[in-house]
């Protein structure tokens, strides 16, 4: 996401104290995760005082695409043009992929796919919402999972470079009474990389993220003993731009809960946030006492640099992040084999108990908006993905070679109501066509942010206004995503479980869902 002028306004030399003590400030910071009454904070921030500033945040708090081609939304100094929808959400791609016509509006999206003068009305929800409602528990806990396994998670890195593998597994587990929930953003680097993408200053980013969600934990037990006794299926998990290999624990709990193994993949191809690789201390440091020989090398989002045309630069991720999906996948099958692999971290998880663990003939691949491109990639490289699943996907990235040559494996788009434009789905259409193994859903009511965590750790106000939620509640929506996806697993991996109960939303059939796209996609009509 690159920086709208308005958004960096020139700041005195002068550094100032400001205390949140405005009752008006206090109640907004306040409803931006729904919580309980804050503390008063003392900021350290140069210039304008933080009331100013926290003004800004409405048009810099955006996570997604933007409505020239989805990666960035509102702030594009290119296209001075409000948002389209979840253009207000970020997590996701920052391209040059949508029509410049008057489809968009500030803070929904037409429907029309882009053409100027249609405007298409929103799909109603059959579910009725909790309007203003004043209970806040519901928004700050993300959900567990619902099948019958407890579950686990851990880290993984390999090797002491940026070429080696960083991801996250999470697994069914033993049932671990005495293992503490894993944190759920594990270091303040990512707040400041999350503040660098949202183009918020750090020093007001990272107080804020710290202080809301720095003691959110996602529902899975920290190394937790895996538990042995069948073969799972295997899936591996791509995030989205701006993203990093933790944000998407309520989808990767749901399916380890349900009996797969998932692998949460970090890419280090400059899409994430922020991102890591720990490498030894140079000798011209003295060690201390206690600490370790080794650090971590951060890697922060890169910026579109002036002049640089975004379809390349993604393109070029996505064909890295689709080899880092192939490598954790060869990874997990090395682990798998009982090859002993060397974990950078020193976590105390017993990887040789994943040995024999892992059903090989039953892998996926999975991705939400950058990532949902890197399904596609993944697919067209490797084929022992059986099948994968895009989630929102952002199609700029996709190399055209991958439609000519097309990709073989089944896979199912599930798009939200809010986010998606007729360039885009008509991309999708072109690697679907004429192939009843390629579906396309679209949930009703739901946005850009109805797939990432942080749908489930805002408030209502907040959410809303920042096109973290939509007008479906998130756990529906997330039930839908996550019991589509298990249907269209269970057929096409051959599993023997009860997912096909939910068969008919993978057709599109079932409350709050409907078959294909809402994006009118019929040519514009001659002036």
Same mark, same amino acid.
């Given at each position: 996401?690159?920086?709208?002028?308005?958004?960096?306004?020139?700041?005195?030399?002068?550094?100032?104290?400001?205390?949140?003590?405005?009752?008006r400030?206090?109640?907004?910071?306040?409803?931006?995760?729904?919580?309980?009454p804050?503390?008063?904070?003392?900021?350290?921030?140069?210039?304008?005082?933080?009331?100013?500033?926290?003004?800004?945040?409405?048009?810099?708090?955006?996570?997604?695409?933007?409505?020239?081609?989805?990666?960035?939304?509102?702030?594009?100094?290119?296209?001075?043009?409000?948002?389209?929808?979840?253009?207000?959400?970020?997590?996701?791609?920052?391209?040059?992929?949508?029509?410049?016509?008057?489809?968009?509006?500030?803070?929904?999206?037409?429907?029309?796919?882009?053409?100027?003068?249609?405007?298409t009305?929103?799909?109603?929800?059959?579910?009725?919402?909790?309007?203003?409602?004043?209970?806040t528990?519901?928004?700050?806990?993300?959900?567990?999972?619902?099948?019958?396994?407890?579950?686990g998670?851990?880290?993984?890195?390999?090797e002491n470079?940026?070429?080696?593998?960083?991801?996250?597994?999470?697994?069914?587990?033993?049932?671990?009474?005495?293992?503490?929930?894993?944190?759920?953003?594990?270091?303040?680097?990512?707040?400041q990389?999350l503040?660098?993408?949202?183009?918020?200053?750090?020093?007001?980013?990272?107080?804020?993220?710290?202080?809301?969600?720095?003691?959110?934990?996602?529902?899975?037990?920290? =190394?937790?003993a895996?538990?042995p006794?069948?073969?799972?299926?295997?899936?591996?998990?791509?995030h989205?731009?701006?993203?990093?290999?933790?944000?998407?624990?309520?989808?990767c709990?749901?399916?380890?809960?349900?009996?797969?193994?998932?692998?949460?993949?970090?890419?280090?191809?400059?899409?994430?946030?922020?991102?890591?690789?720990?490498?030894?201390?140079?000798i011209?440091?003295?060690?201390?006492?206690?600490?370790?020989?080794?650090?971590?090398?951060?890697?922060?989002?890169?910026?579109?640099?002036t002049?640089?045309?975004?379809?390349?630069?993604?393109?070029?991720?996505?064909?890295?992040?689709?080899?880092?999906?192939i490598?954790?996948?060869?990874?997990?099958?090395?682990?798998?084999?009982?090859?002993?692999?060397?974990?950078?971290l020193?976590?105390?998880?017993?990887?040789?108990?994943?040995?024999?663990?892992?059903?090989?003939?039953?892998?996926?691949?999975?991705?939400?908006?950058?990532?949902?491109?890197?399904?596609?990639?993944?697919?067209?490289?490797?084929i022992?993905f059986?099948?994968?699943?895009?989630?929102?996907?952002?199609?700029?990235?996709?190399?055209?070679?991958?439609?000519?040559?097309?990709?073989?494996?089944?896979?199912?788009?599930?798009?939200?109501?809010?986010?998606?434009?007729?360039?885009?789905?008509?991309?999708?259409?072109?690697?679907?066509?004429?192939?009843?193994?390629?579906?396309m859903?679209?949930?009703?009511?739901s946005?850009?942010?109805?797939?990432?965590?942080f749908?489930?750790?805002?408030?209502?106000?907040?959410?809303?206004?920042?096109?973290?939620?939509?007008?479906i509640?998130?756990?529906?929506?997330?039930?839908?995503?996550?019991?589509?996806?298990?249907?269209?697993?269970?057929?096409?991996?051959?599993?023997?479980?009860d997912? =096909?109960?939910?068969?008919?939303?993978?057709?599109?059939?079932?409350?709050?869902?409907?078959?294909?796209?809402n994006i009118d996609?019929?040519?514009?009509?001659?002036?």
């Open positions: 996401m690159q920086t709208s002028p308005r958004l960096n306004p020139s700041l005195p030399c002068k550094g100032t104290a400001w205390h949140l003590s405005s009752r400030v206090l109640w907004g910071v306040r409803c931006f995760l729904g919580m309980a804050c503390r008063k904070l003392v900021f350290q921030v140069r210039g304008r005082s933080l009331p100013e500033r926290l003004s800004h945040l409405k048009t810099k708090a955006k996570f997604g695409p933007s409505p020239s081609g989805r990666a960035r939304q509102w702030v594009c100094p290119r296209e001075r043009r409000p948002p389209a929808g979840t253009a207000a959400s970020r997590l996701a791609p920052e391209g040059r992929g949508r029509p410049k016509g008057p489809s968009c509006s500030s803070g929904q999206r037409d429907g029309s796919g882009g053409r100027p003068g249609h405007r009305p929103g799909l109603s929800v059959k579910a009725s919402m909790e309007m203003g409602s004043n209970s528990e519901k928004f700050y806990r993300i959900p567990e999972g619902k099948g019958p396994h407890s579950v998670c851990t880290d993984l890195m390999t470079a940026v070429e080696g593998s960083f991801l996250r597994l999470y697994y069914p587990s033993c049932n671990a009474t005495d293992n503490e929930e894993a944190p759920w953003i594990p270091d303040k680097e990512y707040y990389g503040s660098d993408f949202l183009n918020m200053y750090r020093v007001v980013g990272e107080r804020l993220f710290q202080y809301y969600v720095g003691s959110v934990t996602c529902p899975a037990k920290s =190394n937790a895996f538990k006794g069948e073969k799972y299926p295997l899936l591996i998990f791509s989205g731009l701006g993203a990093f290999r933790t944000i998407y624990s309520a989808i709990i749901e399916m380890a809960s349900q009996g797969f193994i998932v692998a949460a993949v970090e890419h280090r191809d400059e899409s994430a946030s922020a991102t890591y690789y720990c490498k030894k201390k140079s011209s440091e003295p060690p201390e006492e206690s600490t370790s020989s080794m650090e971590k090398e951060w890697i922060y989002y890169r910026k579109l640099k002049g640089e045309e975004e379809r390349c630069l993604r393109h070029k991720q996505v064909q890295q992040r689709a080899q880092e999906c490598k954790a996948l060869n990874l997990i099958l090395k682990i798998n084999s009982g090859e002993e692999v060397t974990n950078v020193h976590s105390n998880f017993d990887w040789n108990s994943l040995k024999d663990s892992v059903d090989t003939s039953r892998i996926a691949v999975m991705g939400h908006s950058f990532g949902g491109a890197t399904v596609i990639e993944s697919l067209s490289k490797e022992r059986r099948c994968g699943i895009a989630l929102d996907a952002w199609m700029l990235p996709v190399g055209d070679d991958t439609y000519q040559n097309s990709v073989p494996q089944p896979l199912l788009f599930i798009n939200s109501e809010k986010f998606q434009w007729a360039d885009n789905i008509l991309k999708m259409k072109k690697l679907s066509s004429n192939d009843a193994n390629k579906k859903i679209t949930i009703k009511g946005v850009h942010q109805s797939f990432p965590d749908t489930f750790v805002s408030g209502e106000i907040i959410g809303r206004f920042f096109k973290l939620k939509g007008e509640d998130p756990n529906e929506a997330i039930d839908i995503s996550n019991h589509a996806s298990l249907a269209f697993l269970q057929k096409h991996l051959s599993l023997k479980k997912f =096909n109960k939910w068969d008919s939303l993978v057709d599109g059939v079932g409350p709050n869902v409907i078959p294909g796209t996609l019929s040519p514009a009509e001659p002036k």
